[in-house]
Nanobody, 115 residues
Framework: QVQVVESGGGLVQPGGSLRLSCTAS????????MGWYRQAPGKQRELVAG???????SYSDSAKGRFNISRDNAKNMVYLQMNNLKPEDTAVYFC?????????WGKGTLVTVSS
């Protein structure tokens, strides 16, 4: 089982920026497909951005142009840089790791966008 831990959430004003970090255990981190999901109150969890082991990134429509996902395989880290945040981005953000069809999740970090 891969241990996944997120950090970096908090309160930010609309238009502000925040960077989330995620670390995942394992010596084969570079093979994991990683992703960021979010779940707002009363809504289903949704994919925000994903990145393959080779660094190919994909984004939801709501994240395109504002968020950037990246990874540092040497440090077992994946990041989500979020810019121009909006109140509707308020949610618990979860880091996800997938390897050979097995999914592992972090416990989530809360992002609140409010003035």
């Amino acid at each position: 089982q891969v241990q996944v831990v997120e950090s970096g959430g908090g309160l930010v004003q609309p238009g502000g920026s925040l960077r989330l970090s995620c670390t995942a255990s394992g010596s084969i981190f570079s093979y994991y497909n990683m992703g960021w999901y979010r779940q707002a109150p009363g809504k289903q969890r949704e994919l925000v951005a994903g990145i393959t082991g080779g660094g190919l990134a994909s984004y939801s429509d709501s994240a395109k142009g504002r968020f950037n996902i990246s990874r540092d395989n040497a440090k077992n880290m994946v990041y989500l840089q979020m810019n121009n945040l909006k109140p509707e981005d308020t949610a618990v953000y979860f880091c996800h790791a997938r390897w050979l069809g097995v999914d592992d999740w972090g416990k989530g970090t809360l992002v609140t966008v409010s003035s």
